[in-house]
């Protein structure tokens, strides 16, 4: 594996991590801008055609759906 594939996987966990960490504190506003920081990850995963989408858990992915949502509509 590549050190550039290694490095997106690291930043995602951690994008992830501060998420969760934002969330349970009870801070929306800051997870909101850790899921930002992981969806750009996660399609720059996407465009180099790394699989990354098996790093992100299932509530996690549920809440970068809803914010997809939100901003598209």
Request: hydrophobic residues 50%; proline residues 3%; charged residues 30%.
């Amino acid at each position: 594996m590549s050190e550039f594939a290694n490095e997106l996987r690291r930043g995602i966990g951690e994008a992830q991590d501060a998420t969760l960490v934002a969330a349970e504190a009870g801070h929306p506003y800051e997870a909101y801008l850790h899921r930002a920081r992981l969806a750009e990850l996660l399609d720059l995963a996407e465009r180099n055609d790394i699989d990354a989408t098996v790093l992100v858990i299932p509530a996690v992915r549920a809440a970068l759906a809803e914010d997809r949502a939100v901003l598209e509509a």
